[in-house]
């Protein structure tokens, strides 16, 4: 047993603090990046990725992230055929295929490599990143895909970061237990408050030329950019992008046919396994819970205000571009919470 004593801290932990800036406009601000990846291949775009969640990762949402150049990691119940049908080339160029580590999973990315030519990022995605087996398969899916954008994930220390990359990821996903949807910090005990894992594992990574990035843990705006300010990459959002027109999940319907909710949902919740896996399995418990999120029209306002916020904050510590944010951003940690967080 080892007690480790380091302050860490959560988004809501800190602020960042304000600088004098030669900026005068947040239009001034550049909030796209230029990315060439360990591996090869290259990206450009606003780093910000809707969550490869079966409510947030739609089609839907990529029509509507991809005009921004930003980023939507697709579920992967989403099928090949729709994707090539609904999405334009344009459009496929800023989305990735999302898979676990399932025989399905296998099935699919080993089959054959003809259906994801035009599609540049790969999502190895599963809750727990800390497996050998998970280690061996990034290794095997690189092996096959010497070409893609790999993002593998989700850990939340540096180590594994480490060993993710060099196993043949470009992006390693950074987040246990912070998401709104998500219960692993209290039925299983376990996680790293988000931020901290961000700076440790950024560091990690730009050692070795590789990115991060942020998953979970941002409740609005001002997360986003403490996120990009404690030096990730890539930030990935699933909580704000629910309860929008391009969201997936059930409909809450008034009296008068007026939508009024939408559901949202871990991909650990109940409402998932028995959605996808016929129930929860003996051995396993729920670590997600299904939440009932305010009905909030198209996501175009919400992605307006994100970027917005990003701008803002970039002008108040005068970083010219996103690049620039964590050199320009000093943290003053505070004793309150300033977000509003989902209730059970």
């Known amino acids: 047993m080892l007690i480790n004593n380091e302050i860490h801290l959560d988004y809501c932990d800190v602020l960042i603090r304000p600088k004098r800036s030669t900026l005068t406009s947040r239009a001034d601000v550049d909030l796209k990046r230029y990315f060439k990846f360990y591996w090869g291949g290259e990206w450009s775009g606003v780093p910000i990725a809707a969550a490869n969640m079966d409510t947030t990762g739609t089609l839907e949402m990529a029509r509507r992230f991809s005009p921004h150049k930003m980023l939507t990691c697709l579920s992967k119940y989403v099928s090949v055929d729709d994707i090539k049908l609904q999405l334009t080339d344009n459009e496929r160029r800023n989305v990735a295929i999302s898979i676990g580590m399932s025989q399905g999973d296998r099935d699919i990315i080993f089959s054959s490599d003809e259906w994801i030519k035009e599609i540049p990022f790969i999502c190895i995605d599963i809750a727990n990143g800390y497996t050998q087996k998970f280690l061996e398969f990034v290794r095997e899916v690189r092996d096959m895909y010497s ?83 404690g030096g990730s990459d890539f930030t990935m959002l699933g909580g704000m992008l629910a309860g929008h027109k391009e969201s997936g999940g059930d409909e809450v319907v008034d009296d008068r046919g007026e ?8 991909m650990s919740s109940e409402t998932a396994m028995d959605k996808y896996s016929g129930g929860i399995a003996t051995y396993r418990t729920s670590e997600g819970r299904t939440l009932k999120v305010p009905y909030k029209g198209s996501v175009v306002k919400t992605i307006q205000s994100i970027l917005g916020g990003l701008r803002s904050a970039c002008t108040y510590c005068g970083a010219n571009n996103l690049k620039a944010l964590p050199k320009c951003c000093t943290f003053l940690r505070v004793n309150t919470q300033l977000n509003t967080v989902f209730e059970d």
């Not at 942020?214 to 609005?220: H, K, L, M, N, V």
């Not at 939508?259 to 871990?266: M, P, R």
Request: proline share 2%.
């Open 147 to 229: 070409d893609k954008i790999i993002i593998a994930g989700n850990v939340a220390t540096s180590e594994m970061t480490e060993a993710l990359i060099l196993a043949g990821a470009d992006i390693v996903k950074i987040g246990i237990g912070g998401g709104s949807a998500c219960l692993t910090r209290r039925i299983a005990g376990v996680g790293v408050p988000q931020l901290s894992a961000v700076i440790s594992c950024a560091d990690a990574a730009h050692g070795l030329g590789g990115h991060i990035m942020a998953d979970g843990g941002c409740t609005c705006p001002g997360d986003v950019a403490k996120a990009f300010g």
């Open 259 to 266: 939508i009024t909710h939408k559901s949202f949902y871990g």
